[in-house]
């Protein structure tokens, strides 16, 4: 496995667009469309009868574009120092980006969802940022289409509540957007300046839960590895499932505060004050019953109840409580759509 920071620095490098900008893209309909990407030069883009261009001094550039309604499928145009790619099949429609650690990695093959229920959903598309861990979907990949024979390589729940979010939005182009890591602390999903900003919520590595993968070294891993790849992307909002690897006295004391930073400072990244998170409580599991893990899901609730545009979604009714991994996610992924769609 290979395991980086990318800078956002890259002085002197030709101008590439962002991975996420391919044929078959799905862009957020009702919200400014950004578009960006790296290196040095002059950069315009025509979607819609509208056209915008940037000049980069080698950092991450960004052109912006009006909003625009549910539609598709329609044809970009990227011109970067005078060579021009156009995208087509690009579509506007809701994306949510789907993040968290592995019950949201966790794959619809792995779950008890029946096998002659998976079918084609042409109005779903996922766009993976994995590039390890035997994940069948990368970047590489682009904007993957829904069908029956590769979708259970899918995220269980990403897949289900996309689906279900078809069914209740139907026509709409619902696109999905991978930031999770199994087994990952909520630190590493925090940028830096969180913790420079107060160094309380630095946690000594022996007070910690879960010290045994290189993205919980320390913290920031994953928020510069991943997070920072696909912002500032416009999207509907975002569903964040996470908590189980900040099992410890030290973190569960100061995981209220670190969910509130989380949900600050993506939306300060995505320059979106207003952007929602739907935050999926952690299921009871009979290993764990100890105060700590108590403390981690009345942080998640009371989260949705003291940040407007958080809704928390409660799933221990419905999973089972011997198995971290529980297998029945459906009932959870409706749910998810629901809240989602409210």
């Not at 549910?70 to 021009?84: A, H, I, L, S």
């Not at 861990?133 to 289900?160: D, K, M, Q």
């Not at 409580?281 to 545009?309: E, L």
Request: contains cysteine.
């Amino acid at each position: 496995m290979c395991f980086r920071i990318n800078s956002d620095a890259c002085s002197g490098v030709e101008m590439i667009l962002n991975q996420l900008f391919v044929n078959g893209a799905v862009l957020q309909a009702g919200k400014p469309i950004k578009i960006f990407g790296e290196g040095s030069g002059t950069a315009s883009v025509e979607f819609l009868g509208s056209v915008a261009s940037v000049t980069s001094d080698g950092a991450k550039w960004l052109v912006e574009l009006p909003a625009a309604p549910y539609g598709g499928p329609y044809e970009m145009k990227v011109t970067m120092n005078g060579e021009e790619t156009v995208l087509s099949d690009v579509w506007l429609g809701d994306v949510y980006i789907i993040s968290g650690q592995s019950n949201m990695q966790f794959k619809l093959r792995e779950s008890d969802y029946p096998k002659e229920s998976y079918t084609d959903e042409p109005m779903l598309r996922l766009f993976s940022t994995q590039t390890y861990g035997g994940e069948i979907f990368t970047p590489e990949n682009g904007w993957v289409p829904a069908e029956a024979a590769s979708c259970g390589s899918w995220s269980c729940l990403g897949y289900l509540s996309g689906k279900f979010m078809n069914e209740k939005k139907p026509g709409v182009m619902t696109g999905l957007i991978t930031c999770y890591i199994g087994a990952s602390a909520i630190q590493a999903f925090l940028p830096d300046r969180v913790f420079d900003a107060d160094p309380s919520l630095v946690i000594p590595e022996c007070m910690r839960y879960d010290m045994g993968y290189k993205w919980n070294t320390g913290h920031s891993q994953i928020y510069h590895y991943i997070w920072k790849k696909i912002v500032p992307y416009s999207v509907k909002a975002i569903v964040f499932y996470q908590g189980e690897s900040n099992y410890s006295e030290a973190e569960a004391l100061k995981y209220r505060i670190l969910l509130g930073a989380l949900i600050r400072e993506w939306r300060a990244d995505m320059s979106d004050s207003a952007l929602p998170f739907v935050i999926v409580q952690i299921a009871d599991y009979y290993h764990r019953t100890a105060w700590p893990w108590k403390m981690i899901q009345d942080a998640q609730a009371d989260a949705g109840k003291s940040i407007k545009g958080v809704k928390t979604v409660v799933c221990r009714d419905v999973c089972d409580d011997k198995n971290i991994h529980p297998k029945n996610k459906t009932e959870l992924a409706h749910r998810i759509a629901d809240a989602l769609s409210d």
